[in-house]
């Protein structure tokens, strides 16, 4: 059974932020965002989870690794199925960062507004056209470098958006995480 951390009396600690998700693209990006914000004293875990997240699975993923009360896990998932939001609902003390239909409309919005409904082919179609050598599962140079510059712009544009309908995200709730704890 896992421990708890150790605390240096007079230190601040720090939380973990434990980031599940469902694939690849989004382990690529929480890595990203890991590299970006290089916050030596705060650690992201990234666990791919797809489909089978459950509160049993997070529980089993943190049970050999150290935690403390102000830990946070994050949920990453894709709401292109429609039973997935019910699923990861459920998963009590848990941060949702989810995109309807994908995680492609949230790369999307650091080039444009997003306001029509639409579909993951869709929008995974829309980031080949502005990014050539986009594909699943990759974070390259180029969007690295969108991701970098327009963050402020999608966070707005994806704010605007209305929760869990199509369109929409939330992944910006880490990005604003990350924020908070890089400026304390």
Known sequence: MAGGRKIPKGKKINPTLFVFCEGE?????????????????IHIHAKIGRN??????IANYKQDKPTHEKDITFL???????????KISCIENSILLVSNPCIELWFLLHYKSQTSSTNSSNCCREMTNRNRTYKK??????L?????????????????????????????????????LKTN
């Open 144 to 180: 690295k470098a969108r991701l970098n510059e327009k963050s402020n712009a999608a966070i707005e544009r994806a704010r605007k958006l209305k929760k869990h309908s199509n369109p929409s995200t939330t992944i910006y709730r880490l990005l604003e995480t990350l924020n908070s």
């Open 76 to 86: 990453m998932y894709d709401l292109d199925v429609p039973e997935m939001l019910e």
């Open 137 to 142: 599962g990759i974070i390259d140079t180029q």
């Open 25 to 41: 693209t989004e382990e690529s990006y929480v890595n990203h965002l890991k590299s970006l914000y290089r916050l030596p004293s």
């Open 52 to 57: 089978n997240i459950s509160a049993e699975y």
